[in-house]
């Protein structure tokens, strides 16, 4: 490996404090959004749960099996 002269090492090592910097950042914003969507997808599920819950009881009122039974994922 070539021999870095003064100039070039302070820019490099100046790439590195910048870039790592850069990343980090980034990492925050990943896992700050990670967490939104976390939220949004137990607010979603949590609706869809009581949405499941309505469903059945009107089933249950009209005397009819509740076609959602089977297969949770619909």
């Given amino acids: 490996m070539a021999v870095l002269t003064e100039q070039q090492r302070k820019f490099y090592e100046e790439t590195l404090k910048v870039t790592k910097q850069e990343i980090q950042d980034l990492e925050n914003q990943i896992q700050e959004e990670l967490q ?35 297969s949770p994922s619909a």
């Fill in 36 to 70: 939104r969507v976390k939220q949004r997808i137990a607010e979603l599920q949590a609706a869809q749960k009581a949405a499941r819950q309505m469903y059945d009881a009107a089933c249950q009122r009209l005397g009819i099996p509740n076609d959602l039974e089977e």
